[in-house]
């Protein structure tokens, strides 16, 4: 056990300290701010406060952990050892020359995001807005590389304080926005698209349309024999994301009704991790996002615990409560849109942290580093494995993890396939 003083404890110093010590490294804390009983403790202690209290390791605080609400401010980004840091500390006593928990708590609260912000043309914040995007850190866990270097001080202090050692891990995420592409979908849109590829002369788009419709070829989005063929000789379960949602602008898939969707997420859910995909109007809407979540529920038998939101529509704090109220214990959406790299600046997942309300939520967020289509070039036919390495190498290092999203069309995509099965070789 460790203990903490801290001259005021407050939900924000406690939702840190127990994410890095606790939820990272395995070493329980317990908080004071009693002088006397931090004194008088024999075993592994730390002081985060404006001053050094006698022989603890002491890291001194800045302001952030016990402010209240979202302020303005500037924040300096320096280099610490090759590694970007910022709320630096200029002081001879404390044992790490930054507020490595100030900073933690500034990217996994997402408090840039609550900030006045310019958004892209699908309302959600860019990469280009953020710290890690200014600076360019974003393909650098470096909340990871911050513990990591926080655990050798904390074990360099206490050498029998036992640190969980965390290995790296690979988690395949596969997103289904149309379960098909010609097959069932209704005479209407069958016609439809018959009408579109002739009125601008797509031949071999008509020719394959025609094919998969007579039975003479496969629909090249339905890609789930192969997925659970794959999965039957792998360990870690894939995890799938079906849409629900009504047809519309914003959702192409067929009817959820349909007896051969249905079968299909019932055959995926007995090989792999089922989830729903919330489609952008469920995202905006909380009745949609209850209406979508008890028609999958209803298909699959079981209580939904995750989800991924399309196209990284991120709407914070919103979308996260309506979460929260439908009792959904998951999310896999902490990314950006075709951008590789960490939105919060780790790949560990992490517990919810509502700045508004101040309080640590139950919502779990797993970061997704990247979308298979971010890594892989088709005008050349090339894919990114220097890139690919690079990313992995450094997750070895510190013990991260891997998630990585595709969508069941891109399985139709040999580059994709070979990305794949490469991760699961590699992983």
Not at 253 to 262: A, E, G, M, T, W
Not at 357 to 375: F, G, H, K, R, W
Request: hydrophobic letters at 40%; charged letters at 25%; glycine letters at 6%.
């Amino acid at each position: 056990m460790l203990l903490v003083y801290t001259h005021k404890i407050t939900p924000r110093v406690s939702y840190t300290f127990k994410h890095i010590c606790t939820r990272i490294l395995g070493v329980p804390v317990q908080f004071t701010s009693k002088l006397e009983a931090f004194i008088a403790h024999e075993g592994p202690k730390l002081s985060y406060t404006n001053k050094k209290l006698g022989n603890e390791l002491h890291i001194r605080s800045t302001d952030l952990l016990f402010d209240q609400g979202v302020l303005s401010m500037d924040v300096s980004v320096q280099d610490w050892d090759g590694v970007p840091c910022f709320f630096q500390i200029r002081e001879a006593t404390t044992e790490i020359p930054y507020d490595i928990f100030a900073a933690t708590f500034y990217l996994l609260s997402r408090y840039e995001e609550y900030l006045p912000h310019v958004k892209d043309e699908l309302g959600r914040f860019p990469a280009s807005e953020s710290l890690g995007g200014i600076h360019g850190f974003l393909q650098q866990p470096v909340i990871d590389v911050w513990i990591h270097r926080f655990a050798a001080v904390l074990v360099n202090k206490f050498p029998l304080i036992e640190i969980k050692n965390n290995a790296y891990s690979t988690h395949m995420m596969i997103t289904v926005p149309q379960a098909f592409k010609y097959r069932k979908l209704g005479v209407l849109r069958m016609l439809g698209g018959y009408m579109r590829d002739i009125s601008k002369l797509r031949l071999r788009e008509i020719l394959k349309r025609t094919q998969v419709l007579v039975g003479a070829r496969k629909d090249p989005y339905d890609t789930f024999g192969w997925l659970t063929n794959v999965q039957k000789n792998e360990k870690c379960l894939f995890q799938v994301f079906f849409q629900v949602g009504d047809y519309g602008k914003d959702g192409k898939n067929i009817k959820h009704s349909k007896r051969s969707f249905q079968s299909t997420i019932k055959m995926v859910g007995d090989y792999c991790k089922v989830g729903l995909l919330v489609s952008p109007q469920a995202a905006r809407d909380k009745v949609s996002l209850g209406l979508e979540r008890k028609r999958l529920e209803e298909i699959e038998h079981r209580p939904l615990r995750s989800i991924h939101i399309s196209n990284f529509k991120l709407n914070l704090p919103h979308v996260y409560r309506d979460a929260l109220d439908q009792e959904i214990q998951q999310d896999f959406t902490m990314g950006y849109d075709g951008i590789i790299g960490f939105r919060a600046g780790t790949s560990q997942s992490f517990l919810y942290y509502d700045l508004d309300y101040e309080i640590q939520t139950p919502l779990v967020i797993n970061p997704v580093c990247m979308q298979s289509d971010a890594i892989i070039n088709y005008k050349n036919h090339t894919i990114d494995f220097v890139l690919l390495k690079e990313l992995q190498d450094r997750l070895k290092s510190i013990g991260g993890v891997f998630r990585i999203s595709f969508s069941n069309a891109s399985f139709d995509d040999i580059y994709s396939k070979k990305l794949f099965r490469h991760l699961l070789a590699n992983g």
